[in-house]
Structures are given as structure tokens and as C-alpha cells.
Antibody, heavy 121, light 113 residues
Framework: EVQLLESGGGLVQPGGSLSLSCAAS????????MSWVRQAPGKGLEWVSA????????YYADSVKGRITISRDNSKNTLYLQMNSLRAEDTAVYYC??????????????WGQGTMVTVSS | DIVMTQSPDSLAVSLGERATINCKSR????????????LAWYQQKPGQPPKLLIF???TRASGVPDRFSGSGSGTDFTLTISSLQAEDVAVYYC?????????FGQGTKLEIK
């Protein structure tokens, strides 16, 4: 079964750091680009970042550029999101999502269940 | 950034009736070299992640009932549910994947009348 499972969410103080992981199973992970999408409580969806299948190309929303780093370890079938200098407005459920191709300019066909990040003092 | 605007924000439709949701992009998401519209529709039920319904503006994702259809090109798109079922109550989002940042519409909440 194709599956994505996020972990690493939690409560962090403003200015703090957090690292999210997304474990993939059921497909050839390195063949697919991946993205992170977040959803603030009661709000809509916001694309955060994407990475190509090889990991050689990365893309970021302006709202997180310079504070967030996306990476992947294809030998471990795992996607990561390192978040630094966190702000209250980063509070959201973070979803990892698969793009059906090597490049992220495609629809997100598989989504994880999400992990909640709360930035608060 | 390509701004995506959905209408209406909320919609109440009787069971068995047609539901129509519109999505407008501020600039075209039609890539001329392959004649594809880089537009997707997602369904999100409470407490669940989004689910892909439609990609390339009009192609149904695997397992999606044929009462769901997508249409449109360039800047104007429509998601139609031909005969509303109780399980279709959800929030629906359009999304462009033509260029980063990949932006979503604000969502349309669909309810039963």
C-alpha cells in the first residue's frame, strides 16, 4: 500500500527549531518529487516547499524561504523539513505529499495524515 | 504569484442535485508546449488530509466516482458534481501547479440543503 507517514510535530517556542520527517512506503521513493503543504487551524491549504526526486532541486514559498530547508534521503525513503526561527504564523498541520513524477510541477496524488506544529510561548 | 480565487465560498445543494464550483486564476495555467492546464481539484473532509479528485483540469484521479468532473482552460475552471451524495460534503480546493509557489484557492465548503 502506498503510504506517507509524517512525524516530528509538537509545541515549540517562537524562535525555536523543529524537524519533521515523512516516511514513504509502497512505491519507489526516488522516482517521485515531494512537497510539504501546511494548513493553519481552520484555514486553507498553503504549499510550503518541494524537492525533486533526486533531491537536486528544491523550491520554497517566500513565507518560509531562509528559515526552512527541505531534504530527502532516498536510501531511507524519507523526506525531511528542517524549520528554524519559527513564528506563531507557522502554526499548522504539515502534510507531506507526493507528485507523480520526478519534478514537482504536478498534482499531489498521495498525502500523509499530517503532523501538527504549534509555535507558542 | 498566481492567485487562485474560488466561487462561491460556500454552497448548499440538495441530494441528487448538481453542484458547481468555480476557480479562476489571475494568469493562465495553460502550458502551450503540451496544451495542458496545470490545475488540480482536491476534496478535504473534516479531520482528513486532502484527496486528489481531478488533475490536468479534467482527468479524474484513480477511484474517483464519475459524478465528479472538471472542465475549463486557461484561467477559468469548474468542478461539477453531477448528482450530490451525502459523502460529498467537504471543502473543495483548486490548485495550480504551473509555477511555484503552487497556490491553492481559498476553498469552497459544500453542504447538503
Amino acid at each position: 500500500e502506498v503510504q506517507l507517514l509524517e512525524s516530528g510535530g509538537g509545541l515549540v517556542q517562537p524562535g525555536g527549531s523543529l524537524s519533521l520527517s515523512c516516511a514513504a512506503s509502497g512505491f519507489t521513493f526516488s522516482s517521485y518529487a515531494m512537497s510539504w503543504v501546511r494548513q493553519a487551524p481552520g484555514k486553507g491549504l498553503e504549499w510550503v516547499s518541494a524537492i525533486s526526486g533526486s533531491g537536486g532541486s528544491t523550491y520554497y514559498a517566500d513565507s518560509v524561504k531562509g528559515r526552512i530547508t527541505i531534504s530527502r534521503d532516498n536510501s531511507k525513503n524519507t523526506l525531511y523539513l528542517q524549520m528554524n526561527s519559527l513564528r506563531a504564523e507557522d502554526t499548522a498541520v504539515y502534510y507531506c505529499a507526493r507528485c507523480p513524477g520526478q519534478w514537482p510541477n504536478d498534482a499531489f496524488d498521495i498525502w500523509g495524515q499530517g503532523t501538527m506544529v504549534t509555535v507558542s510561548s | 504569484d498566481i492567485v487562485m480565487t474560488q466561487s462561491p465560498d460556500s454552497l448548499a445543494v440538495s441530494l441528487g442535485e448538481r453542484a458547481t464550483i468555480n476557480c479562476k486564476s489571475r494568469q493562465s495555467v495553460l502550458y502551450s508546449s503540451n496544451n495542458k492546464n496545470y490545475l488540480a481539484w482536491y476534496q478535504q473532509k473534516p479531520g482528513q488530509p486532502p484527496k486528489l479528485l481531478i488533475f490536468w483540469a479534467s482527468t479524474r484521479a484513480s477511484g474517483v466516482p464519475d459524478r465528479f468532473s472538471g472542465s475549463g482552460s486557461g484561467t477559468d475552471f469548474t468542478l461539477t458534481i453531477s448528482s450530490l451524495q451525502a459523502e460529498d460534503v467537504a471543502v473543495y480546493y483548486c490548485q495550480q501547479y504551473y509555477s511555484t509557489p503552487y497556490t491553492f484557492g481559498q476553498g469552497t465548503k459544500l453542504e447538503i440543503k
